[in-house]
């Protein structure tokens, strides 16, 4: 337990942040896997918008430092292989 006063606040600020990036990667991960769902049934369409609006997540996450900047561009560029995989084999 925090003793001074300056520790409680940093206490707080953890928690309110904690919270936040838990959030933000929740929404993420939620994200990638309906676009991987929706590549696994052939919805290429419902797919790409999909790949559009989590990318658009990772670059947020990315910039406010949830997660890594080259883990973003590794998801990215993995989304957009399996897209192309999807449209090669359609």
Known sequence: MPNTKGAKKRLRQSVV???????????????LR??????AAKKLDEAIALSRSTAILLDK???KRVIHANKAARLKS???GLI???KQAA
């Open 17 to 31: 942040r904690r919270d936040r990036n838990r959030a933000q990667k929740t929404r993420l991960r939620n994200s």
């Open 84 to 86: 192309v995989r999807s």
């Open 61 to 63: 996450a990315a910039s």
């Open 34 to 39: 309906k676009f991987r769902e929706a590549v």
């Open 78 to 80: 993995r989304m957009c």
